[in-house]
């Protein structure tokens, strides 16, 4: 069985699973689920039979099926560990999970698309607020990132030096999301590079949202 991903374009979990995959060079088949206000595919009972979450990724490789990215990507970590994507001693190994959880569990749940959602519709948030909201989360986040990546990086160009890892798996989805919203950036000028250093890389520049085949 080919392995699939059941993914959306915009969607920043999925993306850093595509990252991952890419780098660990895993052929597997995109399968699009739309999460645009309207179509809302992710809701429909053909996906959710698939996953009862409703939420993207969902991976399933014929002897694995499973949601939640930060499982899938420690699943892949385990299958495939000829390319780690964590480091093979501590305490560096442990500040790139902690990393990770920075983003995936303090930042990205705060500013999910459901959450911006429930935050207008239930609460009357206005646009203006809701991109507020939207900042102070990301500034919460990175300036804590920043320091972990300036501290343990030393003369390397990603997160944690000269080796790609899960770090910059998860930061370069967040950054492509905090640019669409444009949060400033200015006080995060490693965070900015490591994401430029990243986008370099034909694994990221293939994991993109624009070059995936349901963007629109």
């Given at each position: 069985m080919a392995v699939k991903l059941y993914t959306y374009w915009r969607s920043s979990a999925a993306y850093r699973v595509r990252i991952a995959l890419n780098l660990k060079g895993v052929d597997y088949e995109p399968v699009p689920v739309s999460l645009k206000p309207g179509d809302d595919e992710q809701r429909k009972d053909e996906y959710r039979a698939i996953n009862p979450q409703m939420l993207v990724p969902f991976f399933d490789d014929g002897n694995v099926a499973i949601g939640q990215s930060m499982a899938i990507l420690e699943y892949l970590e385990e299958k495939y560990p000829e390319t780690p994507l964590l480091p093979l001693s501590e305490p560096l190994r442990s500040k790139v999970r902690a990393f990770c959880n920075a983003i995936a569990c303090d930042i990205h749940p705060l500013n999910n698309l459901r959450v911006l959602k429930y935050l207008g519709g239930e609460f009357d948030v206005s646009d203006k607020q809701k991109d507020n909201w939207y900042a102070h989360w990301i500034a919460a986040g990175f300036q804590a990132c920043e320091q972990f990546s300036v501290r343990y990086a030393h003369?390397?160009?990603?997160?944690?030096?000269?080796?790609?890892?899960?770090?910059?798996?998860?930061?370069?989805?967040?950054?492509?999301?905090?640019?669409?919203?444009?949060?400033?950036?200015?006080?995060?000028?490693?965070?900015?590079?490591?994401?430029?250093?990243c986008n370099e890389l034909q694994a990221f520049i293939d994991a993109a949202p624009e070059n995936q085949p349901d963007y629109a």
């Open positions: 003369d390397g160009p990603y997160a944690f030096g000269k080796q790609v890892t899960l770090a910059d798996a998860l930061l370069v989805p967040q950054m492509y999301n905090a640019r669409r919203f444009n949060v400033p950036l200015e006080e995060y000028p490693r965070l900015v590079a490591v994401t430029d250093a």
